[in-house]
């Protein structure tokens, strides 16, 4: 089955729409409906042409700290020579509409939907639209935590299309997971996933553990447990939940649901606020 990738399109609703919306912000956990990411919420940043993007998540003391993800808008002829100014910063891209064409260190590699780069810091990267059509991708940014005795990761350009996904015990492949990056390369301190669960599948218990998650809905619709709550999302929304926040799933159907993921890995606890003593982010 060929995947579905939603994509926000910006506009704005009529004045006859009604305020209510599925929009919540907790303590806990937050749910952006696609409907929220409208043209007056879009921000710019340096050295971007003819670029817009919807912020969808970025570090909050006492919420979600550890990365930052965006929604990227590239018109035809548009990119940047000078993607990211901050030189710890690592990368995950995830295309979802367009062709992207991606240059680290003099050589080009073209990324259509599902494609997946994965950019370690201080990557000498830029990207352009070089299309017809809109590009529309996630970029996902994170201060990379180094390790002594530790190499930094490879690049990585794949395409979930060519992975084959790895189901979950005992689901008969019912709830699986597309990988791109190896679970035991420990110089990766994150992971960005695509979860898959067919009609009917379900998370049977509820996840309560210390990464953080940004859930972006790829495709379908489902009940998701968030904390205390059942919430209704659908392809566009996208969920940010903070560390130990207890998570469930239930996918009724009629069709998939998927999500981009991202979570922090592998890595030590700080053990003090960042700038202190013991403090490492």
Request: proline letters at 9%; one cysteine or more; aromatic letters at 12%.
């Amino acid at each position: 089955m060929k995947p579905k990738y939603y994509a926000p399109q910006g506009g704005h609703p009529g004045q006859e729409q009604l305020l209510t919306d599925r929009a919540v912000f907790t303590d806990a956990y937050a749910v952006i409906p696609r409907g929220t990411m409208r043209d007056i919420v879009t921000s710019f940043l340096p050295f971007w042409e003819q670029t817009r993007l919807w912020v969808i998540s970025r570090p909050l003391s006492g919420f979600a700290e550890t990365f930052s993800q965006y929604i990227m808008e590239v018109q035809p002829g548009g990119g940047s020579d000078r993607p990211e100014t901050d030189p710890r910063a690592e990368a995950v891209l995830f295309v979802v509409e367009g062709h992207a064409t991606l240059n680290i260190a003099g050589e080009a590699h073209q990324l259509r939907p599902g494609g997946y780069a994965y950019l370690p810091p201080a990557s000498a990267w830029t990207l352009h639209n070089h299309g017809s059509g809109t590009l529309r991708f996630h970029w996902i940014r994170k201060a990379y935590e180094a390790v002594d005795g530790l190499d930094l990761p490879d690049v990585l350009i794949l395409n979930e299309n060519d992975i084959t996904p790895t189901p979950m015990p005992g689901t008969d492949g019912k709830w699986a997971t597309t990988r791109f990056v190896d679970p035991a390369d420990l110089r990766h301190d994150m992971h960005v996933t695509v979860v898959t669960f067919e009609p009917g599948a379900v998370i049977p218990f509820l996840e309560t553990h210390v990464m953080e998650h940004g859930l972006y809905v790829l495709e379908g619709k489902a009940v998701y447990r968030l904390n205390n709550d059942w919430v209704e999302v659908e392809a566009g929304d996208y969920m940010w939940l903070r560390a130990f926040c207890p998570q469930a799933c239930y996918a009724g159907g009629p069709g998939r649901f998927r999500y981009l993921l991202y979570k922090d890995v592998n890595r030590h606890m700080p053990l003090g606020p960042a700038g202190l003593p013991g403090g490492t982010r």
